[in-house]
C-alpha cells in the first residue's frame, strides 16, 4: 500500500524525551521529513533525512531511519510546552513527484 | 517573497458557489504543490507543477476542481459548484530541490 503511518496522540511531561514513530512503506523514498504544524498554523519544516543515512541530529531533534524496518522516529530532547504541535512525518519516492504524508501525531507537552 | 503566500486566508462561501484560491511560491521555486487537509485528517496531495512539465492531476478529487500555473510562478486552485464536503484547509507548497519545501499558511475554506 501506499500508506504512511503514524500513531495519532502523544503526551509527554515538560523536560521529558519525546520520541514520534512513523513507518512508511517504499523502500525507494529518496527522503523523509518530519513537519511541525503548531494550530492554525501551516505547516514547518524541522528537519529531513536522506535515505542513505541512519541518523541526523539538530540541536534537541534526533532522527533515526531503519531502512530495513521502514522506520523514522523524531526524538525531541527536553520537550517544552512550545513544542505541542501536530507533527507529520513524510516521504518522497523515486519519481520525485509528490510527498506522502502520515496523517499527524499530536504533541501534548504537559507542565 | 521571503515564504510562500496563500489567499485568502479564510474563505466562506455558500454552497453551489465557485472560489479561487491563490498560491505566491516563493520566487525562483520551480515545484509547487496544492495539499488540502480536512478537519482531523492528514494531508491529501491534490495537484504537483513542476517547471514547464505537464502538471500531476492525478490527486484532485473531482472534475470540479482546476489549477494553473500562470508563468511558471503563480497558482490558482479553481473549486467550481463548492460542496460542504469540499471545506478544509487548502495547503501550497514550492521548493527549489528536494531539501527546502516551503509551505503556506493556507486558506480555510468553509462551505455552507
Known amino acids: 500500500g501506499e500508506d504512511v503511518e503514524q500513531s495519532l496522540f502523544l503526551s509527554v511531561r515538560e523536560g521529558d524525551s519525546s520520541v514520534i514513530n512513523c513507518t512508511y512503506t517504499?523502500?525507494?523514498?529518496?527522503?523523509l521529513y518530519w513537519y511541525k504544524q503548531e494550530p492554525g498554523a501551516g505547516l514547518q519544516l524541522l528537519t529531513y533525512i536522506f535515505s542513505n543515512m541512519d541518523m541526523k541530529q539538530d540541536q534537541r531533534l534526533t532522527v533515526l531511519l531503519n531502512k530495513k524496518d521502514k522506520h523514522l522516529s523524531l526524538r525531541i530532547a527536553d520537550t517544552q510546552t512550545g513544542d505541542s504541535a501536530i507533527y507529520f512525518c513524510a516521504e518522497i519516492r523515486y519519481n520525485f513527484n509528490k510527498f506522502y504524508f502520515g496523517s499527524g501525531t499530536k504533541l501534548n507537552v504537559k507542565p | 517573497g521571503a515564504g510562500v503566500s496563500q489567499s485568502p486566508s479564510n474563505k466562506v462561501t455558500e454552497k453551489g458557489k465557485d472560489v479561487e484560491l491563490r498560491c505566491d511560491p516563493i520566487?525562483?521555486?520551480?515545484?509547487l504543490y496544492w495539499y488540502r487537509q480536512s478537519l482531523g485528517q492528514g494531508l491529501e496531495f491534490l495537484i504537483y507543477?513542476?517547471?514547464?512539465?505537464?502538471?500531476?492531476k492525478s490527486g484532485l478529487p473531482s472534475d470540479r476542481f482546476s489549477a494553473e500555473r500562470t508563468g511558471g510562478s503563480v497558482s490558482t486552485l479553481t473549486i467550481q459548484r463548492t460542496q460542504q464536503e469540499d471545506s478544509a484547509v487548502y495547503l501550497c507548497a514550492s521548493s527549489l530541490d528536494l531539501q527546502g519545501y516551503t509551505f503556506g499558511s493556507g486558506t480555510r475554506l468553509t462551505v455552507v
Open positions: 507543477f513542476q517547471g514547464n512539465s505537464a502538471p500531476d
Open positions: 520566487s525562483g521555486h520551480t515545484a
Open positions: 517504499d523502500s525507494s523514498s529518496t527522503y
